[in-house]
T-cell receptor, first 113, second 110 residues
Framework: AQSVSQHNHHVILSEAASLELGCNYS??????LFWYVQYPGQHLQLLLK????DPLVKGIKGFEAEFIKSKFSFNLRKPSVQWSDTAEYFC???????????WGAGTKLIIKP | DAGVTQSPTHLIKTRGQQVTLRCSPK?????VSWYQQALGQGPQFIFQ???????QRGNFPDRFSGHQFPNYSSELNVNALLLGDSALYLC?????????FGEGSRLTVL
């Protein structure tokens, strides 16, 4: 069965620090990859997505992610975080032939001002 | 342009009761998916509706059922509620691969 693993459940950083959140999935076939963000009190929003092509994808608010097929990874990065990045971040995957999104458990990110 | 709307936002039920949750998709979207999110976990796929039929179902018992109407809105029904059904129920609509989420209906079963 497919699964998604997010390595850190809680991350605390200071403003201007660099961010990398890990995401690994288990599925041998072709996949679609997503990062969603949930700001406090708000609904889940798409941060970025990968379907095919350039494995380095850029999303909103300065976030980017790199798909490394050989490592089954899709890590999220941001060079310099802001207090407003405080949120919960979810990695999600689905197989090309499947409508079901499989989600990681999420990473709660707290940015100290 | 209205996003995905869900109702009710919060509700409390007792064990054994039944509940119906409602979802109106984003304008132009024809597909609705339902997810259950327990506290501290990622969402779990319940099912997806397209053209008024259940297109795919996750690993949930038959107590969970749904419906999609001709206007693409959808309902999630849960019968014989258990304590473990307490969760945030998320509706997501789509026209393609990207999901757009509502704010969810938080169900508490006592």
């Amino acid at each position: 069965a497919q699964s998604v693993s997010q390595h850190n459940h809680h991350v605390i950083l200071s403003e201007a620090a660099s961010l990398e959140l890990g995401c690994n999935y288990s599925y041998g076939g072709t996949v679609n990859l997503f990062w969603y963000v949930q700001y406090p009190g708000q609904h889940l929003q798409l941060l970025l997505k990968y379907f095919s092509g350039d494995p380095l994808v850029k999303g909103i608010k300065g976030f980017e992610a790199e798909f490394i097929k050989s490592k089954f990874s899709f890590n999220l990065r941001k060079p310099s975080v802001q207090w407003s990045d405080t949120a919960e971040y979810f990695c999600a995957v689905n197989a090309h032939s499947n409508y079901q999104l499989i989600w990681g458990a999420g990473t709660k990110l707290i940015i100290k001002p | 342009d209205a996003g995905v709307t869900q109702s009710p936002t919060h509700l409390i039920k007792t064990r054994g009761q039944q509940v119906t949750l409602r979802c109106s998709p984003k304008s132009g979207h024809d597909t609705v998916s339902w997810y259950q999110q327990a506290l501290g976990q990622g969402p779990q796929f319940i099912f997806q509706y397209y053209e008024e039929e259940e297109r795919q179902r996750g690993n949930f018992p038959d107590r969970f059922s749904g419906h999609q109407f001709p206007n693409y809105s959808s309902e999630l029904n849960v019968n014989a509620l258990l304590l473990g059904d307490s969760a945030l129920y998320l509706c997501a609509s789509s026209y393609g691969k990207e999901l757009f989420f509502g704010e969810g209906s938080r169900l508490t079963v006592l």
